[in-house]
């Protein structure tokens, strides 16, 4: 139990152009999802953390305008990287808990590879 | 906030030798300590955890150790085989409200 998708895997786009990336929890109710942006050989750098139905909530120094966060629902948040450089290539990575899940770990999504041309 | 140091950042071993991978802390107020594991073009899968009333935790291959006085925690890897080989990530979390602050991390890579 307990899986985070997220899609699309890889995605490369032309710069100045929008994503979307997608991250769902397949079995459980995601009432609180993590979005990460990881550099080559680096660490995880947390971006947001986004709690179903309210605004995400923004990391110092995540430009909220250019990564826009929906959780819309208890299974679904999405991150769209607008006006896309290619700054903004990286590996993003979501995380998802729900309310049986506090105190514990969050659960990982397989990432998604963006390249920006 | 919390800052969390790991070290090696890359470990190098034989099959079958032991690897051990130790981070530090800051924050005294942390009590979660999980262990992930990042293969290339993945993300992190959770491997082992250990909360701060637990000194020591073990599953199969694979043991954490803790130490709150000292702010450190180790995990440690018996019978290395060639599918460990990985990026590994310590992280430190306060319980209640799960935001964990990650190590840089160890690129393990265990030669046949």
């Known amino acids: 139990g307990a899986v985070v998708s997220q899609h699309p895997s890889r995605v490369i786009c032309k710069s100045g152009t929008s994503v979307k990336i997608e991250c769902r929890s397949l079995d459980f109710q995601a009432t609180t999802m993590f979005w990460y942006r990881q550099f080559p050989k680096q660490s995880l750098m947390l971006m947001a953390t986004s709690n179903e139905g309210s605004k995400a909530t923004y990391e110092q120094g995540v430009e909220k305008d250019k990564f826009l966060i929906n959780h819309a629902s208890l299974t679904l948040s999405t991150l769209t990287v607008t006006s896309a450089h290619p700054e903004d290539s990286s590996f993003y990575i979501c995380?998802?808990?729900?309310?049986?899940?506090?105190?514990?770990?969050?659960?990982f999504g397989q990432g998604t590879r963006l390249t920006v041309v | 906030g919390e800052n969390v140091e790991q070290h090696p950042s890359t470990l190098s071993v034989q099959e079958g030798d032991s690897a051990v991978i130790k981070c530090t802390y800051s924050?005294?107020?942390?009590?979660?300590f999980p262990w992930y594991k990042q293969e290339l073009g993945k993300g992190p899968q959770l491997i082992i955890d250990?909360?701060?009333?637990?000194g020591e935790k073990k599953d199969q291959r694979i043991a954490v150790t803790l130490n709150k006085t000292a702010k450190h925690f180790s995990l440690h890897i018996t019978e290395t085989q060639p599918e460990d080989s990985a990026v590994y990530f310590c992280?430190?979390?306060?319980?209640?409200?799960?935001?964990?602050?990650f190590g840089r991390g160890t690129s393990l890579i265990v030669h046949p």
């Open positions: 992280a430190a979390s306060w319980g209640g409200s799960y935001i964990p602050t």
């Open positions: 250990i909360r701060s009333n637990v």
């Open positions: 924050d005294s107020a942390s009590n979660y």
């Open positions: 995380s998802a808990r729900g309310e049986q899940h506090l105190n514990t770990e969050a659960f």
